[in-house]
C-alpha cells in the first residue's frame, strides 16, 4: 500500500449514479465539513462486498454521530453499482472508478481478481477533515473484511 498515515490524500472526482442522473462525487467536497471512510470494493453483486456493504449501511447513523460520510469505490460502472444498491437496500454513496485511476492512486488496485481482470482490493481509509489521511488498511485477501473498529476508532479521534 502507497498511502499511508498523515499523507495527503488524493483527491478524485468520481461519477455516481442517482435518483438526479449521473453526478460527480469528490473527495474534497468534504474538506472543512466532515471526515471521509473511503472503502474500497472489489465488484459489485459479490457476496463478500453485498455483506460489507449492506452492514455498513445498516450502520450508517454511527458514521454520521463521528461526522463522518462513507463513500463505497468500486471498478464497477455506477449504472451496475446503482442496481446493486437497489437490489440490496445499500445507502451509502458509490463511486464509479471504471478507469481504475483513484484504486491505483491509493494504491490498492490489483492486478488480477480470479481471471477477472484488475479491481480494486479491500481497502479502508479516512480522511480527516484537513484531506489527511487519519487510517488506511487494505485487506490481506478480498474474502477479508475492514477493521470496522479500528475505523471507528480513528473518526473518534
Excluded at 65 to 84: C, H, T
Excluded at 94 to 100: C, I
Excluded at 131 to 142: F, H, L, M, S
Amino acid at each position: 500500500m502507497t498511502i499511508t498515515i498523515g499523507s495527503k490524500a488524493p483527491e478524485f472526482s468520481l461519477k455516481s449514479k442517482t435518483a438526479d442522473g449521473v453526478v460527480d462525487i469528490k473527495l474534497s467536497d468534504n474538506f472543512g465539513k466532515k471526515q471521509t471512510v473511503i472503502l474500497f470494493f472489489p465488484l459489485a453483486f459479490t457476496s463478500v462486498c453485498t455483506r460489507e456493504m449492506c452492514d455498513t449501511s445498516c450502520g450508517l447513523t454511527d458514521y454520521e454521530k463521528l461526522g463522518a460520510e462513507i463513500i463505497g469505490i468500486s471498478v464497477d460502472s455506477p449504472f451496475a453499482q446503482e442496481a446493486w444498491a437497489k437490489a440490496h437496500g445499500i445507502k451509502l454513496k458509490l463511486a464509479s472508478d471504471l478507469n481504475k485511476k483513484t484504486a491505483t492512486a491509493y494504491g490498492v488496485l490489483l492486478d488480477d481478481l480470479m481471471g477477472l481482470g484488475c479491481t480494486a482490493a479491500r481497502a479502508a481509509f479516512v480522511v480527516g477533515k484537513d484531506g489527511v489521511i487519519k487510517y488506511a488498511e487494505q485487506t490481506a485477501t478480498p474474502a477479508m473484511l475492514p477493521d470496522f473498529g479500528a475505523i471507528k476508532a480513528a473518526l473518534a479521534k
